[in-house]
């Protein structure tokens, strides 16, 4: 079984943020997968896809505390956070739209990464990261917290949902059990 986790903060007033990415890019695997949102547990809501063996989770812990939640889900679901653990999130180290897939990694500047880090006591897990760096956050024109928590601009939602699209395609083959290095490769060949 798999754990895949999108992060962002739960409330429409974060809905169609830089930080809710994460959210965004479960929510279309969901949909690709054909599964819903139905059930809340250990602080998040749950879509379960038993025919792909993968659970689908959004912490509703708010981004800082999304390691409470993932804590929880693995132990109850009895997922090992190393081989079965993928955790999806929006990075404004890498340009809007970029895509980067890793199986271990320093949580950088992304709150919710550290809070992850340090409830599971490891940097061990996999992760999908999503290019949120606008030139208005990269010339320094806004505060860093500021730009996560505003609504992604008009301009760059055709490029995000490229991006969504492939981390979806990524997810899917990961999901499949093609091995790690080859979805790797063909996401950063193809899709930067």
Same mark, same amino acid.
């Given at each position: 079984?798999? /754990?895949?986790?999108?992060? !962002?903060?739960?409330? #429409?007033?974060?809905?169609?943020?830089?930080? @809710?990415?994460?959210?965004?890019?479960?929510? #279309? /695997?969901?949909?690709?997968?054909?599964?819903?949102?139905?059930?809340?547990?250990?602080?998040?809501?749950?879509?379960?896809?038993?025919?792909?063996?993968?659970?689908?989770?959004?912490? $509703?812990?708010?981004?800082?505390?999304?390691?409470?939640?993932? +804590?929880?889900?693995?132990?109850?679901?009895?997922?090992?956070?190393?081989?079965?653990?993928?955790?999806?999130?929006?990075?404004?180290?890498?340009?809007?739209? +970029?895509?980067?897939?890793?199986?271990?990694?320093?949580?950088?500047?992304?709150?919710?990464?550290?809070?992850? %880090?340090?409830?599971?006591?490891?940097?061990?897990?996999?992760? /999908?990261? %999503?290019?949120?760096?606008?030139?208005?956050?990269?010339?320094?024109?806004?505060?860093?917290?500021?730009?996560?928590?505003?609504?992604?601009?008009? $301009?760059?939602?055709?490029? /995000?949902?490229?991006?969504? @699209?492939? !981390?979806?395609? #990524?997810?899917?083959?990961?999901?499949? !059990?093609?091995?790690?290095?080859?979805? $790797?490769?063909?996401?950063?060949?193809?899709? @930067?």
């Amino acid at each position: 079984m798999m /754990l895949i986790v999108g992060l !962002g903060n739960p409330g #429409a007033k974060y809905k169609d943020t830089y930080h @809710n990415i994460g959210f965004k890019l479960v929510d #279309a /695997l969901a949909e690709r997968l054909g599964v819903k949102f139905s059930k809340n547990i250990c602080d998040a809501k749950v879509a379960e896809c038993k025919k792909a063996d993968v659970i689908l989770a959004k912490p $509703q812990t708010f981004m800082n505390l999304s390691g409470e939640a993932v +804590k929880k889900l693995l132990r109850t679901y009895d997922i090992d956070a190393q081989s079965q653990l993928i955790v999806c999130y929006d990075d404004v180290d890498l340009p809007i739209g +970029k895509l980067r897939l890793r199986e271990e990694g320093s949580a950088g500047t992304h709150k919710g990464m550290r809070s992850i %880090v340090d409830e599971l006591g490891t940097q061990g897990f996999c992760r /999908l990261r %999503v290019g949120a760096r606008t030139p208005l956050l990269a010339d320094g024109e806004i505060a860093l917290i500021d730009f996560v928590l505003s609504k992604i601009d008009y $301009q760059y939602k055709e490029q /995000l949902q490229a991006a969504l @699209n492939n !981390g979806v395609l #990524a997810l899917e083959d990961l999901i499949k !059990g093609i091995p790690f290095a080859r979805v $790797q490769e063909k996401l950063n060949r193809y899709c @930067n």
